[in-house]
């Protein structure tokens, strides 16, 4: 999904055969005959995964691997209520927007009355990339500028647009001419991030193009995972503002509860955004994803051109939305992502005072980012990697992250127990003793 992630997969993906047993080798070798060069496999030795459930991903053995990786799944994988309206509502009806439904009414209301009360609409995509190129879209026509600035390592999507937008896709995907990079905010560059977004609007005055937008996955996710200080984002927010531009919030990883304290990431920064993508844990799997915005950005737009999207906000996937939203407030997720995250961050913070090969631990609710490092405390990719394929020995599936994949990126399902927090630190503290300078007593 992104260079970072590249590296890590390039650097284990080319054990892939020796570890790796003949069934999955097959699947391997089916797999890039039919699907081509592009794709890329978690893992030394790639998972196999037939079977979801709650927090547990099950291979084709029957072997369970605690699930910390995945937010898509955010409400458990295949819950049984969100399964069950997805399935009530393909049985009644699948159409698309141009007919009248109060589904996607009734999920508008909802949804929106979970923003600051300046964000007035919801428009429904499939994807997180389709959700961004929208809202760029948007962006350019309501300021009749072409500029957007983003982190040095984001990534907002796949489309021709998004692409272009996002840096951590690596060298060989060219960004935009149009398109400025400022540091991320990890190791500190929060402190010079408004300073770096001004000289980045001051550079798109200069050649002519303006600040249409900067864009913020609110988390700073492929930055490494961002979340302290809370309201960091204010100052570049308001210098944007103050050069015409707008604020675009991806909470595409961010939203829907996973920080804890907020339903988004931007809500720990205290500041309004002019458009907000969603997308991922969405529908807890199935495709839908969207933009939310001030309508006065929209109202020019609306009258001159119109927007149709075949499946996006089809009656089957505001069912799903709409059952997504029941369970986290039924099960009251957000709680339990600020309450499991804790002893999450806790526990790391614990083993980091016995290992001097955790560097900075970051994060909010379910989302942390643990830097490793190696004897300079210098990024360490290769630990990282080590740490990931180590996990996954011990059936708990985590990632990396970070401008040299270096952090360790944990993101379990928002209904991640106490008890799974403890297995996962228990996998790390093993992990870390493999390391070569292990973990102290
Ligand atoms: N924005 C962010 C911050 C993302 O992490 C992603 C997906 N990883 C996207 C946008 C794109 O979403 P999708 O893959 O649904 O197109």
Redesign the pocket.
Known sequence: ?SGPTDKMANAFGAAVGAAVPAPEHALIERRARLLGPAYRLFYEEPLHIVRGEGVWLYDAAGTKFLDAYNNVASVGHCHPYVVQAIARQSATLATHTRYLHEGILDYAERLLATFPDEIGHLMLTC????A?DLALRIARAATGKTGIIVTDTA????TATVAEISPSLGRNVPLGLHVRTVPGPSDNRYRTFAASVRAAIEDLAVHGLGTAALIC?TIF??DGVVADPPGFLREAVQAVHDAGGLFVA?E??AGFARTGAAMWGFQRHDIVPDLV?L??PMGNGYPV?GVTLQPALIAEFGRKARYFNTFGGNPVAVAAANAVLDVIEQERLQANAAAIGQVLLTGILKLQRRCRQIGSVRGAGLFIGVDIVDRHGLPDSVSAAGLVNAMRRRGVLISCTGHAAQALKIRPPLTFSESNAQQLLDALEQSLAELPYGVSP
Not at 127 to 130: M, V
């Open positions: 999904m994807t997180g990339s389709e961004n990534y907002h999507g796949v996955d996710s492929s991806d595409v990883q993508t997308g991922k994803a």
